[in-house]
């Protein structure tokens, strides 16, 4: 999907490019530098191309700057061969998650091969690498501005569909276990996993998004509301999954109706992004009250056995350890609970804005 943009992309780099480098007037050498810089610079996606050109201007100052000092410095062939080996190792080593010291590395190298080939050259190389860089830089933005650009807001909807559907397939993985259900643990470990996957890729592109034009950045606000509270419903599921225990039971917790009054919120987010048509049966469950009832009992007769116990103690650890498991799950799903009505008033929000909009890249009506 982002290949054919990118190809066209690479295709008017070069032209660019080319022409760049015959104005001879401008006086640029080693003009096939910046042809090496756009094909190194340029990505699909606007933002990912902003941020390496800026990593990539940063990295080659940094590194000619160190390159200068040495060349400056030292003048032991042996001594600059050495230098030179390590930063090739080095460079090659921090390309893939360290661009910025893999680009000064690069540059070191760069510098010192160039000075064995043609000596005392070092103020033309400086010159020409930071000035081609800069022009390369240049080109690549320009580009990847108006050029088949891929806005990261594009992928929004996705995005925001699959982190709600794995949060809803997480949390009653989760509460199946208080369900009396069959608990397949490594069935949970997938189901997690695929939560916090998706969490962390509609983090990314809502990060991502944060770079991009001010004019690309749709419904940003709405979009890190929704971020947000995904983030909170996955850390709440799973801090009730640290309840889970198959020595421990909880009969006191209404977990059935817990279970359809949380999974008809989570459902009904799932399926206002999905554009579908939100029926009767889930606003309903979403107003159920459990019936926590014995839980509450048991909480309003520990504290009359304080106030009158208060002279001596006479508390069981056990009952205690029970009582306070009890409330801190009860707490848990209310939170789960109203997070994902927050999550839902958001969304409805957002489709109502997009349908204000007459967007076609957002959520289309209900049918």
């Known amino acids: 999907m982002l290949a054919f943009p990118s190809c066209i992309e690479?295709?008017?780099?070069?032209?660019?490019?080319?022409?760049?480098?015959?104005?001879?007037?401008?006086?640029?050498?080693?003009?096939?530098?910046?042809?090496?810089?756009?094909?190194?610079?340029?990505?699909?996606?606007?933002?990912?191309?902003?941020?390496?050109?800026?990593?990539?201007?940063?990295?080659?100052?940094?590194?000619?700057?160190?390159?200068?000092g040495i060349l400056h410095f030292v003048h032991i062939n042996e001594v600059l061969f050495t230098i030179l080996l390590l930063s090739m190792i080095m460079c090659f080593s921090?390309?893939?998650?360290?661009?910025?010291?893999?680009?000064?590395?690069?540059?070191?190298?760069?510098?010192?091969?160039f000075n064995f080939l043609s000596p005392g050259n070092i103020d033309v190389i400086f010159k020409d690498r930071i000035v081609d860089t800069i022009v390369a830089g240049v080109i690549t933005s320009l580009v990847s501005y108006m050029v088949l650009p891929v806005w990261e807001h594009t992928q929004n909807l996705d995005l925001m569909k699959k982190s709600a559907e794995t949060n809803l397939?997480?949390?009653?993985?989760?509460?199946?276990?208080?369900?009396?259900e069959s608990f397949d643990i490594e069935d949970y470990k997938v189901k997690r996993?695929?939560?916090?996957?998706?969490?962390?890729?509609?983090?990314?592109?809502?990060?991502?998004?944060i770079s991009d034009p001010k004019n690309q950045q749709k419904k940003l606000e709405i979009v890190h509301q929704f971020v947000a509270t995904s983030h909170l419903i996955t850390a709440y599921t799973a801090s009730l999954s640290?309840?889970?225990?198959?020595?421990?039971?909880?009969?006191?917790?209404?977990?059935?109706?817990?279970?359809?009054?949380?999974?008809?919120?989570?459902?009904?987010?799932?399926?206002?992004?999905?554009?579908?048509?939100?029926d009767e049966v889930l606003k309903m469950d979403s107003r159920i009250e459990?019936?926590?009832?014995?839980?509450?009992?048991?909480?309003?007769?520990?504290?009359?056995?304080l106030i009158e116990n208060e002279s001596y103690d006479l508390r069981d650890p056990n009952k205690i350890s029970h009582l306070t498991e009890l409330k801190n799950i009860h707490d848990?799903?209310?939170?789960?609970?109203?997070?994902?009505?927050?999550?839902?008033?958001?969304?409805?929000?957002?489709?109502?804005?997009?349908?204000?909009?007459?967007?076609?890249?957002v959520i289309p009506q209900q049918s």
Not at 193 to 209: T, V
């Open 169 to 180: 397939i997480y949390f009653q993985s989760v509460i199946s276990k208080f369900l009396g």
């Open 290 to 305: 459990p019936e926590d009832s014995s839980l509450e009992d048991l909480i309003l007769k520990r504290r009359t056995e």
């Open 242 to 278: 640290q309840y889970v225990k198959d020595d421990e039971k909880y009969p006191e917790i209404d977990a059935e109706g817990w279970s359809k009054k949380i999974e008809a919120e989570l459902q009904q987010v799932s399926n206002l992004l999905n554009g579908n048509k939100i």
């Open 193 to 209: 996993k695929n939560a916090i996957i998706s969490l962390a890729n509609l983090s990314d592109n809502f990060q991502r998004m």
């Open 10 to 68: 690479n295709y008017d780099c070069f032209i660019v490019g080319i022409y760049v480098s015959l104005f001879q007037f401008i006086g640029i050498g080693h003009t096939y530098w910046i042809l090496i810089t756009t094909v190194a610079i340029l990505k699909p996606a606007y933002s990912i191309t902003k941020q390496r050109n800026l990593l990539r201007l940063y990295g080659t100052i940094a590194g000619a700057v160190i390159a200068y």
């Open 332 to 361: 848990v799903l209310e939170l789960i609970y109203d997070v994902a009505k927050e999550q839902r008033k958001v969304i409805e929000k957002y489709r109502n804005e997009a349908a204000a909009v007459g967007s076609t890249e």
């Open 94 to 113: 921090f390309l893939k998650g360290r661009y910025f010291w893999a680009v000064l590395f690069m540059t070191i190298y760069v510098f010192l091969s």
